[in-house]
């Protein structure tokens, strides 16, 4: 049997500027399962995800913990990346045991993002390291600068 | 007049650590019990093998992981979720078998294995006529 964790341990202080609020410790105890959203469990339909520029590139990361590169689809056209993901149930023998806890998400979704710049869609490099899916997506050839040479 | 010397620690944390400020979060998890033992789950993206620690004391499992940055704070166009090292503790209830703890992480997923002990094992006792 698993009992609960202890209080001292809930790790979102770094969101919440009033942590160390008498009253909010005591609702964080009261209200157990207060998470990140990326946590909510079942409930969870889309992985947050991240994005930023680097030179001519749009990099996109996604936390996508348990996932293997079979499960992942990306697709680009123009500006539009969308991001198909199936994530399986761990593997137990459901007749002999029972769940103590489940707050990881299973199943599927599909997510479409709209980014800043049209891509170069041949050139998008994807990669699934310890669970962290990072796009390198360059952008069309016409979003990026033209450089200049200057006559001798 | 009696003083007593603090030793003061002079270690800086050196400013190309990205990690170093990073916040803990609670990692998810998922918890089976079955007649055998316990399985744990927890999601730890980003973490490497060489940067999780297990640990099993006095009835607690205690899981800390830490994420190494790929990159040194960007300019997000869009940022969805902040980038932390995990740390969670779960009390147990049972006794477990100590020495056959183990621990194995695949694709940024955690999953540590506690078989029961043997005196926590259910037996089915025969009841004589």
């Known amino acids: 049997m698993v009992t609960t964790d202890f209080p001292m341990m809930r790790g979102l202080d770094a969101w919440r500027p009033s942590a160390d609020f008498p009253l909010t410790r005591f609702f964080d105890s009261v209200f157990e399962d207060v998470r990140p959203l990326w946590a909510i469990g079942a409930a969870m339909q889309t992985p947050p995800v991240n994005l930023w520029e680097e030179g001519d590139n749009v990099m996109l990361e996604c936390e996508l913990p348990g996932v293997k590169a079979g499960e992942v689809d990306i697709e680009v056209s123009g500006d539009q990346l969308r991001l198909s993901v199936s994530r399986a149930e761990p593997k137990t023998d459901e007749r002999k045991g029972r769940w103590l806890r489940r707050e990881r998400a299973v199943g599927q979704f599909t997510r479409t993002i709209k980014l800043p710049y049209e891509l170069d869609a041949e050139k998008v490099e994807a990669k699934l390291h310890n669970g962290v899916l990072t796009l390198t997506m360059p952008k069309a050839p016409h979003h990026r600068p033209h450089r200049v040479k200057l006559l001798k | ?129």
């Open chain 2, 1 to 129: 007049m009696n003083t007593t010397a603090i030793e003061v620690k002079k270690t800086q944390p050196s400013m190309d650590d990205k990690s170093d400020r990073m916040p803990y979060f609670e990692a998810a998890a998922d918890i089976y019990e079955d007649p055998d033992g316990i399985s744990v789950w927890l999601d730890t993206p980003g973490a490497t093998p060489e940067g999780v620690s297990v640990t099993y004391e006095n009835g607690a499992l205690s899981v800390e992981a830490s994420v190494i940055p790929t990159v040194s704070r960007p300019q997000y166009l869009l940022q969805e979720y902040e980038l932390g090292h995990y740390r969670r503790t779960f009390r147990i209830g049972i006794p477990v078998d100590v020495e056959n703890i183990a621990a194995d992480l695949n694709d940024g997923e955690l999953h540590v294995r506690l078989p029961k002990a043997h005196a926590a094992k259910a037996r089915k006792i025969a009841v004589k006529s």
